[in-house]
């Protein structure tokens, strides 16, 4: 059995400095050389995870296969990787807490008193070196949410420190900071970098690199000055510039050398070449598009890029792969009424109406459902953008007046979205949704079983309601048909329109399983067509 390096990676100075594309990309480069690499996210807060959050406190929800609800950042993992993660990817403190809770209630702590140290810290650590224990990996990468000098972060910190005093020649610890420019000055400046490094060692914890973020290249004078400030070799020292995209961050730092740092460092060869012919493919059809569309992405959270995190990374993936500039515009669904929906979805090749819960914004998703369909545009519904294509059709075509989802109107007459019966008896909030992968089996006929090239998938659920099959004749005879079946429960899990051009609603969430090696089929075969409709226009 190999023995699986741990590499940390902390965050200075300000929040959203990207560890997690760092950390994605650091670990690409060295799954680029051959080894195996997981990584992990450990988020201080209270929760049990971030599925009770609200996106505008953490943005999206990422979901894994085992149905865990977890940080958007394992979104990053997976797309860089093309590896799923799982539950043990992503611990918050209320998991720590809830396991070491329930463990002094059984009594395994029997006759002690139960504290931060070292009980708090030793599931910590038991959590980090649980996902080696399963898959025996090269290196297992540990993001620590949060920034150095956080009253949250503290236990976090000190299991690093114990980690690396047990096992000093298996831990490496990144730190990544700012080197802000001050235009007044003129200058770079180190300062922050200099205290936040303080800050670590005072908590007890040296890093070996320090990963700075930075608008303006780093010139080694700059380094070195960070070097010896800091303690670190000056070619430790790496430079983060701000990059077009962040799938050219691993690029950047392979320029840098980060991963041979790391490797040096570790004790391990570094001389094997890396394989990143795909990956800068991808990156060169991306910046170099033969052709270029609009597409709108209709919800409620428009101000919000982090909310729909995943489905705009799918589009980015699907626009490479058809070599295509995909421009996506974010509409406000409150904003969308019948009286405005052809001003505001003018200019756009394809709409794609978002997942999301509850009822504001839902009728403009409803009114440009309406729009798309009638108007011939291609059209991907998710989750509950497929509810409302079900609900807007109900009520149009079918002449369901007042049709709904009863998470919206318990009442309606129509409920033609619904509540499945095992979620009727569910009053808790926290992950009790229909959560993860599972089978569908789509009818070899349709459009969709063209476009997986397949007619058994497996994607990743997070909802409560349903498409209710007491009205699946009567959709069927209209022509939305349901071609994407759950084998086991029969929900509908895809519709499709038959008299329209691309008319897809699904009620997983594609997105979730798109990565850079692998595009998902469903946003790639929408790319294609709205291209391809567009040029018939
Ligand atoms: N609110 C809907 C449900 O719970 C859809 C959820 C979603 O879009 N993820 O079924």
Redesign the pocket.
């Known amino acids: 059995m190999k023995k699986t390096k741990y590499i940390f990676v902390t965050g200075g100075v300000v929040s959203s400095l990207g560890k997690g594309i760092i950390a994605a990309s650091l670990a690409k480069l060295l799954q680029s050389r051959g080894f195996s690499v997981t990584i992990q996210k450990l988020d201080p807060y209270i929760n049990i995870d971030p599925g009770t959050l609200n996106p505008y406190e953490h943005g999206e929800c990422f979901v894994t296969d085992d149905g865990a609800e977890t940080d958007l950042d394992l979104g990053h993992y997976e797309r860089f990787l093309n590896s799923p993660t799982s539950q043990a990817n992503n611990i918050t403190t209320g998991r720590i807490y809830q396991s070491v809770i329930e463990k002094e209630r059984r009594g395994d702590y029997l006759g002690e008193t139960v504290q931060i140290i070292p009980h708090i810290t030793d599931e910590i650590k038991y959590r980090i070196r649980l996902l080696s224990e399963h898959h025996n990996y090269d290196f297992v990468i540990t993001e620590i949410g949060g920034t150095v000098g956080d009253i949250e972060s503290l236990p976090y910190i000190e299991a690093v420190r114990q980690m690396r005093y047990e096992m000093s020649e298996t831990c490496l610890v990144i730190h990544l900071t700012l080197v802000p420019y001050i235009a007044a000055a003129g200058e770079l400046k180190t300062k922050p970098t200099q205290h936040s490094v303080k800050t670590l060692l005072e908590q007890g914890l040296q890093p070996d690199v320090l990963v700075c973020r930075t608008e303006r290249p780093l010139n080694e004078a700059m380094k070195n000055k960070i070097a010896q400030f800091c303690n670190v070799h000056s070619d430790a020292v790496i430079e983060a510039i701000d990059a077009d995209t962040i799938y050219n961050v691993p690029l950047l730092i392979k320029n840098e050398k980060l991963d041979e740092v790391v490797l040096k460092k570790l004790k391990l060869p570094f001389n094997q070449k890396h394989d990143l012919e795909k990956w800068e493919a991808f990156l060169h059809r991306l910046k170099n598009p033969k052709h270029e569309i609009n597409i709108g992405l209709v919800g409620k959270y428009a101000e919000l890029q982090d909310a729909y995190k995943s489905i705009l990374e799918s589009i980015i993936h699907a626009g490479s792969e058809n070599e295509c500039k995909v421009n996506v515009k974010l509409i406000h669904s409150e904003v969308v009424t019948p009286l405005n929906v052809e001003e505001v979805l003018k200019n756009l090749n394809g709409i794609i109406v978002a ?3 509850g009822e504001r914004g839902i009728e403009g998703k409803i009114t440009s459902i309406k729009f798309v369909r009638e108007n011939k545009i291609p059209f991907l519904g ?3 953008g497929m ?1 409302c294509a079900v609900i807007e059709f109900g009520r149009n075509v079918l002449g369901f007046t007042n049709a709904h989802s009863t ?1 919206i109107n318990p009442q309606t007459p129509f409920p033609v979205i619904d509540l499945m019966k095992e979620q009727k008896k569910v009053s808790c909030k926290g992950g009790t ?1 229909r959560l993860g992968a599972y089978f569908c089996e789509i009818d070899a006929g349709s459009k969709v079983s063209k476009i997986y090239n397949n007619t058994l998938i497996k994607e990743r659920h ?4 349903e498409f209710n099959n007491k009205y699946l004749t009567e959709y069927m005879k209209k022509g939305m048909l349901a071609v994407g079946i759950n084998p086991d429960s029969k929900l509908v899990e895809i519709i499709e329109l038959k008299n329209h051009p691309w008319f897809i609603g699904v009620q997983f ?1 594609p997105e979730y399983k798109s990565t850079v090696a692998q595009p998902h089929p469903l946003f790639v075969d929408f790319i294609k067509n709205s291209i391809a409709l567009r040029k018939k226009a």
């Open positions: 997942p999301g819960f998710i989750c509950l509810q998470e949704m997070r909802h409560r309601y969430h």
